[in-house]
């Protein structure tokens, strides 16, 4: 006389939306990055360009002696704006110091909050500062970003790639001379 049924519910299936983010790249543009090292760079740098879309914001901080915006404020990730950070990477020279903590410092500031904040760190780390560097990172990132180092070169500074990543909440991936750096960008 008893019967027993059982009913599942399954929710329709929607695809989850992507967070936007807001990809900054600090790229290392000083005399040390000459020739190999600086062309690894800008082929990752184009590739982190290319994996944007309408909803994501880029920004392009080159450093050597001093910091130098691509543009002066975090622009839309647009065809057009993509194209023209691509042309404006490829024509980045090598020359000068390495001051990173000013670049640091500019890389750090303004957020979306709705937005996950992507700092990418582009560097052959071949500074004699690195604490300074460090605690610039600890003291200033803001929630819900993360700082990733790619080192590039055949001599990466590890004590300032792997440190900075891990106080960033962010990853180290190294491409050496000749590597393919579709990999890191793949792991980015």
Not at 13 to 32: E, K, N
Request: glycine letters at 10%; proline letters at 5%.
């Amino acid at each position: 006389q008893d019967a027993y049924g059982l009913v599942t519910l399954v929710p329709p299936h929607r695809r989850p939306q992507a967070l936007p983010r807001d990809l900054i790249v600090l790229l290392d543009t000083s005399g040390s990055m000459h020739g190999e090292p600086l062309m690894q760079a800008q082929r990752i740098t184009c590739a982190l360009i290319d994996g944007l879309d309408e909803h994501d914001r880029l920004e392009l901080i080159e450093f050597s002696t001093a910091p130098r915006r691509f543009h002066r404020k975090a622009q839309p990730a647009t065809e057009k704006v993509r194209k023209k950070a691509t042309k404006w990477v490829q024509q980045l020279r090598a020359s000068g110091g390495t001051e990173m903590v000013t670049g640091i410092i500019a890389a750090l500031q303004g957020l979306r909050a709705e937005a996950q904040r992507q700092i990418v760190l582009i560097t052959d780390g071949q500074i004699g500062f690195e604490h300074e560097v460090l605690s610039k990172i600890a003291d200033h990132l803001p929630a819900g970003s993360r700082v990733h180092t790619v080192g590039v070169g055949s001599a990466v500074n590890r004590s300032l790639t792997q440190a900075a990543a891990r106080i960033g909440r962010g990853l180290e991936v190294i491409v050496g001379i000749g590597e393919d750096p579709e990999r890191a960008t793949a792991r980015l």
